[in-house]
């Protein structure tokens, strides 16, 4: 089978011209074609008057002319092998494992990493044990929406906390920008389509799914877990971590010790909690499990009539549904310094509270599969340095988030209400005192006032000055009248898990640190694809 990319079309191509395209790249006769499909699909909209589709297709020829053309196109980079996407898996259990001494993995955590790692400890036999803090998917979306609809907010069930983790709760993107050259990408989104997701985020450039159709998702994925041996407790927080150390300081993990006093014994535990586990890093970090403070970001959310987003993009191609809902990637370099990007951009969505602490306030994004409510939303965010912004000690990046998260909880009224602005107001520096044509979508509700104290002044000048940059790439990002609610804190992890090649903690073996909590993933598929990866290692310890 042969791959042929950059395959160029009009966005309006009709249903033959694929194969036409086929016919003319490789310079062959119809009949030498048996069959082709769609690897992958993206779109150039750089031209709005002329946005093109490109494809990378996976074309099967009679086999002589599969050979000659290899060889006919040796030098064209656009023409090669189809290569192989399947995933094979790095170890295998004997059917009665566990025997004698053996202990059963742990994994802590039930969000994108701990669900594939789960899954592919249990598909190699392994029979996982699964600790999930939060609440089984159906009762957390109603934990949560009590939270958004009635103020009532449950700290171990809500958009952070429990099963399919902070990620079910956003926009669903299943892309990323990571080197994936063992197609471990492609595991999970196949993976995801077996358990419900549309077959189309095989092949789209930016697929993604949103919350509704991630509910049934990971359900059905805890389902073939359960099938396949392995067990899922929810509501199941991990209170302490047993671990053995050595003279010169290096542990040895043994089991740990839940909430509800019971021990459970391996030495094999996958870390695989969300950036939002702070009282667990304070644990761990007591417990003497290395820990470092790493950069991440702070800022605002800010919403634009979706239809503004998509002129600016599409043009006259605008409401396309080949394109759907346009997004943008921004990013500035300030006078002073800093550098300001957009974040989890969800078209067609709406800002949701995130906190999983009390008498707090942190916005998210959020998007259904459809994408078709009024409003894009962003985050505008500024980067945060540990040896610049918080040097003090590893968790005085999380005492910072901490400390601006209480102060918008009081800017908003406390009563878990958001502090909002308008961007004409923002820019100018004065306090907003009415809504313009931008409702915002943050429930339970926005409070008008100046955000000018909400964040770092660094940051603020650095946002101030980013906007109007903004502008000049998307027409219409700096309208009067869009809305910034505050505030965005938990972009990613602001510490980091360190790990060794053979991914267990740089001094405590068995412990697998995994995911976005422990600083080595940002998004679900990059969660999920690092999941697969502890899994695989923990796998060849187990049965070596």
Not at 447 to 457: C, F, G, K, Q, V
């Amino acid at each position: 089978m042969l791959r042929l990319n950059e395959i160029k079309l009009p966005l309006d191509h009709d249903a033959d011209a694929l194969t036409a395209a086929i016919i003319e790249r490789l310079g062959i006769g119809e009949d030498d074609l048996c069959s082709f499909s769609v690897f992958k699909r993206s779109y150039d909209a750089r031209k709005k008057s002329n946005i093109l589709l490109i494809y990378q297709l996976d074309v099967e020829l009679r086999e002589v002319r599969e050979l000659q053309l290899l060889e006919r196109f040796q030098s064209d980079a656009r023409i090669g092998p189809s290569p192989n996407t399947d995933y094979c898996f790095v170890a295998q259990a004997s059917s009665g494992f566990p025997r004698g001494q053996q202990q059963r993995p742990l994994v802590i955590g039930f969000g994108p990493c701990g669900i594939l790692a789960a899954l592919l400890l249990a598909q190699m036999g392994l029979k996982p044990i699964v600790l999930e803090r939060g609440r089984e998917v159906r009762q957390r979306t109603k934990d949560t929406w009590a939270m958004w609809r009635k103020r009532e907010l449950n700290t171990e069930s809500n958009v952070q906390f429990g099963e399919g983790g902070a990620g079910t709760f956003s926009d669903g993107k299943l892309y990323s920008q990571i080197k994936d050259r063992r197609h471990l990408g492609r595991k999970v989104l196949s993976e995801f389509v077996q358990a419900g997701a549309p077959e189309e985020i095989l092949y789209v450039s930016k697929p993604h799914i949103g919350t509704f159709k991630l509910v049934k998702m990971v359900e059905r994925m805890r389902a073939e877990i359960i099938r396949l041996g392995g067990e899922v407790r929810f509501e199941g927080k991990v209170e302490s971590l047993l671990r053995e150390e050595d003279a010169d300081g290096a542990g040895q993990v043994t089991g740990l010790t839940m909430a509800s006093g019971e021990t459970l014994l391996s030495q094999h535990i996958v870390l695989a909690v969300g950036h939002s586990a702070r009282d667990t890093f304070e644990m761990l970090s007591d417990q003497g499990v290395y820990i470092e403070a790493k950069p991440f970001s702070l800022g605002f959310r800010i919403e634009h009539p979706q239809s503004i987003v998509d002129q600016a993009r599409f043009g006259e191609y605008a409401g396309n549904p080949i394109l759907g809902a346009a997004d943008y990637k921004l990013v500035h370099h300030c006078d002073n310094g800093r550098a300001v990007y957009s974040f989890c951009m969800c078209p067609g969505g709406t800002v949701v509270a995130a906190t999983s602490e009390e008498c707090r306030v942190v916005t998210n994004g959020m998007s259904q599969y459809s994408r078709n409510e009024r409003n894009a939303n962003s985050a505008i965010v500024v980067g945060i340095n540990p040896e610049e912004d918080y040097p003090d000690n590893i968790f005085a990046g999380i005492d910072l988030q901490r400390g601006l998260e209480s102060l918008a909880y009081t800017m908003g009224g406390g009563n878990y209400n958001a502090p909002a602005q308008l961007v004409g107001d923002f820019l100018k520096g004065q306090a907003s005192k009415a809504l313009g044509s931008v409702v915002p979508s943050y429930q339970p509700g926005v409070t008008l006032t100046d955000l000018s104290d909400a964040l770092p002044e660094f940051a603020i000048a650095a946002i101030r000055e980013a906007i109007p940059a903004f502008d000049r790439q998307i027409k219409g990002f700096a309208m009067s009248d869009a809305v910034l609610t505050g505030i965005e804190t938990r972009s990613s992890s602001p510490i980091c898990i360190r790990r060794g090649k053979d991914y267990q903690s740089k001094n405590t073996r068995g412990l697998y640190p995994a995911g976005e909590g422990a600083g080595y993933a940002g998004g679900i598929l990059s969660a999920a694809i690092d999941g697969i990866k502890v899994a695989e290692a923990m796998a060849l310890d187990i049965l070596k």
